[in-house]
């Protein structure tokens, strides 16, 4: 029997290349792998399930579980971050710590993505505040038109508006008419040299980032990665097969990204910084599995529904096809 050709849509992180340049093969599988944009992807896969595996918001992937539920996930994380550095002010702002959001307007450019829950869920568990304290508008980072992809059923003390025709988060701050802006991508204008009257609202966030880890152990997962329901049921042996190639993947990508005789990448003290993470992190800073994961994805599960996003508050269990959590013991 030929194996079958699956399309993957995924960003060509590091510890996906070896996919993307067949380096690393899904056994049985005959892959075409398409290296898109995340906003790209997510919107092709929630609005028409173009692929057949795909990376996916968290935060999506959870409210599609009390809808239709057209993907199963396995418990790979193409992408994780830390979030205390996406706070964006006006450099003039008089905020200066994150407890001092409970009261202000801030953009954020989908309520349900994954980065702004992570946000909200540490400013009410670990700065006091309440996610219903601030005022929530969405809408496009610099280009206008952004619009939620999830439709959403929020309780009704959350406030969350869309902003107006044209308008953009970006120049809304600047205006003044946001105080903040929750984004997992630079607002435009702090790209320039001169950081465009911007600045992060933390003046130290990796320092901020590495305590919440030391106190917390969590590392806090971005995307995961699904399987269209439809070809999950076709092949169920896919789930492990992905899970096993994924991380292989990785692993190649964690081994060559602290080699030192020649750089990998353009960052001449990148060793430093692995050496760091390491040292914080452990030999395996990217954990792929359940039970190394387990309090990060309770922890993003409580936020979700604690925000009025999932109906109910998922077990990190719920969340896999079960072929890809069994441990085989020889």
Request: hydrophobic share 40%.
């Given at each position: 029997m030929a194996a079958p050709a699956l399309t993957m849509a995924c960003q060509a992180y590091d510890r996906m290349q070896p996919l993307r340049d067949g380096t690393v093969r899904i056994a049985g599988v005959e892959l075409n792998f398409?290296?898109?944009?995340?906003?790209?992807?997510?919107?092709?896969?929630?609005?028409?399930?173009?692929?057949?595996?795909?990376?996916?918001?968290?935060s999506s992937y959870v409210l599609t579980l009390g809808r239709d539920a057209p993907f199963v996930a396995v418990?790979?994380?193409?992408?994780?971050?830390?979030?205390?550095?996406?706070?964006y002010v006006r450099e003039d702002?008089?905020?200066?710590?994150?407890?001092?959001?409970?009261?202000?307007?801030v953009g954020v450019p989908e309520y349900q993505i994954t980065a702004a829950v992570w946000i909200r869920g540490i400013l009410a568990e670990h700065h006091g505040v309440p996610v219903a304290s601030v005022r929530y508008r969405t809408g496009g980072l610099d280009t206008a038109g952004r619009v939620e992809k999830m439709r959403l059923d929020l309780p009704p003390d959350v406030d969350v508006e869309p902003v107006g025709?044209?308008?953009?988060?970006?120049?809304?701050?600047?205006?003044?008419?946001?105080?903040?802006?929750?984004?997992?991508?630079?607002?435009?204008?702090?790209?320039?040299?001169?950081?465009?009257?911007?600045?992060?609202?933390?003046?130290?966030?990796?320092?901020?980032?590495?305590?919440?880890?030391?106190?917390?152990?969590?590392?806090?997962?971005?995307?995961?990665?699904?399987?269209?329901r439809n070809v999950y049921q076709q092949h169920r042996w896919l789930a492990r097969e992905l899970v096993k190639a994924c991380a292989t993947a990785k692993q190649l990508a964690l081994a060559g990204i602290g080699e030192t005789a020649a750089l990998p990448y353009a960052l001449p003290w990148l060793w430093a910084e692995?050496?760091?993470?390491?040292?914080?992190?452990?030999?395996?800073?990217?954990?792929?599995?359940?039970?190394?994961?387990?309090?990060?994805?309770?922890?993003?599960?409580?936020y979700s529904h604690e925000q009025g996003l999932a109906t109910r508050r998922y077990e990190p269990e719920e969340l896999f096809a079960p072929e890809s959590l069994a441990e085989v013991v020889v």
């Open positions: 398409l290296d898109l944009p995340v906003e790209e992807t997510f919107f092709r896969m929630l609005s028409f399930a173009e692929f057949d595996i795909a990376e996916l918001s968290l418990p790979v994380f193409p992408s994780r971050a830390f979030r205390h550095s996406g706070v702002s008089p905020l200066t710590d994150l407890a001092e959001l409970a009261g202000t307007t025709a044209g308008e953009t988060l970006s120049d809304l701050l600047l205006g003044g008419a946001l105080d903040a802006v929750y984004s997992a991508r630079n607002p435009g204008p702090f790209n320039r040299p001169d950081r465009g009257g911007l600045r992060r609202l933390l003046p130290d966030p990796v320092a901020a980032e590495r305590e919440y880890h030391a106190r917390t152990g969590i590392f806090p997962i971005m995307h995961t990665l699904v399987i269209r692995v050496e760091r993470t390491r040292l914080a992190l452990g030999e395996d800073w990217w954990p792929y599995g359940l039970e190394p994961n387990r309090t990060t994805l309770s922890t993003f599960l409580r």
